[in-house]
T-cell receptor
Framework: EAQVTQNPRYLITVTGKKLTVTCSQNMNHEYMSWYRQDPGLGLRQIYYSMNVEVTDKGDVPEGYKVSRKEKRNFPLILESPSPNQTSLYFC???????????FGQGTRLTVV | AQTVTQSQPEMSVQEAETVTLSCTYDTSESDYYLFWYKQPPSRQMILVIRQEAYKQQNATENRFSVNFQKAAKSFSLKISDSQLGDAAMYFCAYGAGSYQLTFGKGTKLSVIP
């Protein structure tokens, strides 16, 4: 089954404790992205990757890091989480020439 | 920068009736795509319908159809014969490349039995 898999689905952490949210897709898509969703703001792109070792900032990159060492994986790293990073996070992938994105199930992150 | 505006934060519809969700966007591109995504309480983002800007014909997927007005930069979603399972948050999105979608803030649709 074609899918984008994120883990964990839920995470509660404390300020300053480094964490990683994993994302994996099995569709051989070139493009992968991370979005955050906040009430009243819709989804905003954090980072994206056009291929292995090629990443770039989206609209709200501050406080986040990403890496793309393999085509299928695109982890999101919060090196020093803060409460304003409490949000719902989505990983998405798409193929070259096809703009529609396939989304993971979402990760609900709470930073206390 | 591209922007997407959904002016209706919440809407409601009677079961079996028709409802239209509004979306406007701003872009200087001539070639782009527009989407409606549905987000039920499960939080999953589900693609409802897709429209290529170069196509004049409005997209249709079963009970879902769009009214795409390119000159007016308007992209509304019509849901016919509304069902309880249509209750969700609906997001309008714009994309001009494969790596970024710009989303509106969403419209929460309630379906009244």
């Amino acid at each position: 089954e074609a899918q984008v898999t994120q883990n964990p689905r839920y995470l509660i952490t404390v300020t300053g404790k480094k964490l990683t949210v994993t994302c994996s897709q099995n569709m051989n898509h070139e493009y992968m992205s991370w979005y955050r969703q906040d009430p009243g703001l819709g989804l905003r792109q954090i980072y994206y990757s056009m291929n292995v070792e090629v990443t770039d900032k989206g609209d709200v990159p501050e406080g986040y890091k990403v890496s793309r060492k393999e085509k299928r994986n695109f982890p999101l790293i919060l090196e020093s989480p803060s409460p304003n990073q409490t949000s719902l996070y989505f990983c998405a992938s798409s193929s070259a020439g096809r703009t529609e994105a396939f989304f993971g199930q979402g990760t609900r992150l709470t930073v206390v | 920068a591209q922007t997407v505006t959904q002016s209706q934060p919440e809407m409601s519809v009677q079961e079996a009736e028709t409802v239209t969700l509004s979306c406007t966007y701003d872009t200087s591109e001539s070639d782009y795509y527009l989407f409606w995504y549905k987000q039920p309480p499960s939080r999953q983002m589900i693609l409802v319908i897709r429209q290529e800007a170069y196509k004049q014909q409005n997209a249709t997927e079963n009970r879902f159809s769009v009214n795409f007005q390119k000159a007016a930069k308007s992209f509304s979603l019509k849901i016919s014969d509304s069902q309880l399972g249509d209750a969700a948050m609906y997001f309008c999105a714009y994309g001009a490349g494969s790596y970024q979608l710009t989303f509106g803030k969403g419209t929460k649709l309630s379906v009244i039995p």
